[in-house]
């Protein structure tokens, strides 16, 4: 399972890369694992707002579907259009090319959102979760 | 990111091994407890295990099923008298579908028997139902000259699933397998080993079913890999498995099959053998449902949406609850969704009536859709299977 250390993660398994006032949301290596072929993501469309914790779209795969929450409070500002033509991108490339949508965050204090995990604690977190 | 979909139950005890589960660890497959034992529900992408076994051929580790022996003088009459179907009518080396059933009519398990010989009989039961039919088969055997063992672990058994099913098999073995029918078995060598080799399946392509000693197990699955290597053979998990016998539209228990249907409900009905000799559990029961009309049926849909329906998953008919769905996926040979479901007798017929009103082409008024988390995605009703291989 890989987990970049540059990157920050939710305990909801997806992560988050923070550029500036703008912050990239994907699933893990791990989610997407779990999920098995990952076949149809929704996502919000541009512009909606986003609130840190509360769902905002739904990723299907063959077995199971489940909520995306937003990791953080902003404006969408834009989302990732080969994903909705290639869904496998999700399993193949989770950190790279199988991003899911971008936020214009509320905050840009140049704090970390508060509430995300370091690349260590969601390590922990899913050792535990396999034992 | 959470998962919505029902949890699994508590597992107090360790999920059980098969023969085979070390080879499934070292092919880095991903493992679930599935009905108390380990088993791969992956081993890379299911969609490419799912398109092996359409295209090429899949192999399957189906150790967890649970066989059952039936054998003596009265074998055939006990089975009988404790299964809906009539496996005294079966000749040695011949298999057939069946259940059986409780004293209510609702299905207990479905089952595929083996005629061995006219005094030995093989019943291989889901694993989830496994101590359940061996405890009804003991039961309803008890009044005859008739033995009833688990063999469960006795036997490994592998599958051998695809159009190249065949032609991987044949160098293994001396059996001519152009005369190893459907639904046949044989006592044959594969790979140097005795085995049971039926032609049976649960995928909707030909292909093999080959029982085996456990210790056997590893070998056999090794010489079959090799052997159809260049074939484009590959190892095919439980999600597969799932969806090519939703897309052949075979039902599964616990979906589309429970305590609280009868075959008839199912659309099985062909299954329960109301007019052999002899009495039958189930058999006053299944009679009366016979003559009465039908309180639900079992149908095919496909979506045009690219969410999921499943299990569960309530179906409507101009906005009003009209079913369930029983059986969703992705379907990889369709490229779109498809579910099967137990709906209203009179809204299946109004649905075929109304093919336009079911949307099929997409353009259709949506009348029938099914309720994908609050959002009502139009379906069209079409004919089981979804997928019928061409022969």
């Known amino acids: ?131 | 990111m959470t998962d919505s979909s029902p949890a699994a139950p508590d597992s107090a005890p360790a999920p059980r091994r098969t023969p085979l589960t070390s080879v499934h660890e070292q092919l880095g497959a991903s493992l679930t407890d599935f009905a108390g034992w380990l088993m791969p529900l992956r081993y890379g992408s299911e969609t490419a295990e799912h398109n092996a076994v359409r295209t090429a051929a899949g192999l399957f580790d189906l150790s967890h099923m649970g066989e059952l022996s039936v054998t003596g003088p009265d074998a055939a009459a006990a089975l009988d008298y404790a299964l809906t179907g009539e496996p005294s009518a079966l000749q040695p080396g011949r298999a057939r579908y069946t259940m059986i059933a409780a004293d209510d009519g609702g299905v207990l398990d479905d089952l595929i028997v083996y005629r061995l010989a006219d005094e030995e009989f093989l019943i291989v039961a889901n694993a989830a139902n496994a101590a359940v039919v061996s405890a009804a088969l003991a039961e309803r055997a008890a009044g005859f000259d008739a033995a009833v063992a688990d063999r469960t672990d006795d036997y490994a058994l592998i599958a051998l699933q695809g159009p190249r099913a065949a032609a991987i098999l044949a160098p293994l073995t001396s059996a001519d397998l152009a005369a190893v029918r459907y639904y046949a078995s044989y006592r044959a060598r594969v790979a140097g080993r005795d085995v049971l080799l039926a032609r049976t399946g649960y995928t909707g392509e030909d292909g093999f079913e080959i029982f085996a000693a456990p210790q056997d197990a590893e070998h056999l699955w090794a010489e079959l890999s090799k052997a159809g290597a260049g074939d484009g053979l590959i190892p095919a998990g439980l999600a597969a498995r799932d969806t090519l016998r939703l897309e052949a539209g075979m039902p599964l228990y616990g979906n589309e099959l429970s305590s609280g249907m009868t075959p008839f409900d199912a659309g099985l009905g062909r299954v329960v053998k109301l007019d052999k000799a002899g009495e039958f559990v189930g058999r006053a029961a299944l009679s009366a449902r016979a003559a009465r009309p039908a309180q639900r049926k079992l149908v095919g849909l496909t979506l045009q949406t690219r969410r999921i329906p499943r299990h569960g998953y309530e179906v409507l008919w101009d906005d009003k609850p009209a079913g369930t769905v029983t059986s969703g996926a992705p379907s990889p040979t369709l490229g779109m969704p498809i579910a099967m479901a137990y709906i209203r007798p009179d809204v299946a017929e109004a649905a075929a009536a109304d093919p336009a009103g079911t949307g099929a082409g997409g353009s259709g008024s949506g009348r029938l859709a099914v309720d994908i988390r609050g959002r009502a995605e139009p379906a069209t009703l079409v004919e089981l299977p979804f997928y019928r291989r061409r022969t």
């Open chain 1, 1 to 131: 399972m890989t987990v970049p250390t540059e990157l920050y993660y939710t305990a909801e398994h997806e992560w988050v890369a923070i550029n500036g006032s703008i912050a990239s949301v994907g699933i893990t290596d791990h989610a997407q694992k779990a999920l098995g072929d990952v076949v149809f993501v929704s996502v919000p469309a541009t512009g909606t707002r986003v609130t840190s914790g509360e769902p905002c779209g739904e990723v299907e795969s063959t077995k199971s579907v489940s909520d995306v929450y937003s990791p953080v409070d902003g404006e969408v500002s834009e989302v990732n259009p080969e994903v909705d033509d290639d869904p496998g991108l999700v399993n193949s490339d989770p950190y790279g090319a199988g991003w899911l949508f971008k936020v214009k965050l509320d905050e840009t204090d140049g704090e970390v959102p508060p509430g995300l995990l370091s690349a260590a604690e969601y390590t922990a977190l899913t050792k535990d979760a396999d034992e």
